[in-house]
Nanobody, 113 residues
Framework: QVQVVESGGGLVQPGGSLRLSCTPSGSDYTMAWFRQAPGKERELVATISGTGKTTGYAGSVKGRFTISRDNVKNTVYLQMNSLKPEDTAVYYC?????????WGQGTQVTVSS
């Protein structure tokens, strides 16, 4: 089983934007972005169906984050706008429901002035 690789994180000021990428994604599967903040449990942020036609979001990010996928490039994206300090976390992608052996290292997102 191949682990996913997440990228695109970094340090950004409140109100800023970042775009995360995750590969490989596999067009047969619903994929999702998760995040884990220090001292907190991992939480589901956004999901996308295999075709990309159906998406879902946690209430805390709805209207600010957009999940998308490119099945030719085998990549899932998370566009994050209007970032807040509470969005600071390590972001992971996986299938939904997640596979234990598919977790990657994640990518750190830090929102701070």
């Amino acid at each position: 089983q191949v682990q996913v690789v997440e990228s695109g994180g970094g340090l950004v000021q409140p109100g800023g934007s970042l775009r995360l990428s995750c590969t490989p994604s596999g067009s047969d599967y619903t994929m999702a972005w998760f995040r884990q903040a220090p001292g907190k449990e991992r939480e589901l942020v956004a999901t996308i169906s295999g075709t990309g036609k159906t998406t879902g979001y946690a209430g805390s990010v709805k209207g600010r984050f957009t999940i998308s996928r490119d099945n030719v490039k085998n990549t899932v994206y998370l566009q994050m706008n209007s970032l807040k300090p509470e969005d600071t976390a390590v972001y992971y992608c996986n299938r939904n429901p997640p596979l234990g052996n598919l977790w990657g290292q994640g990518t750190q997102v830090t929102v701070s002035s």
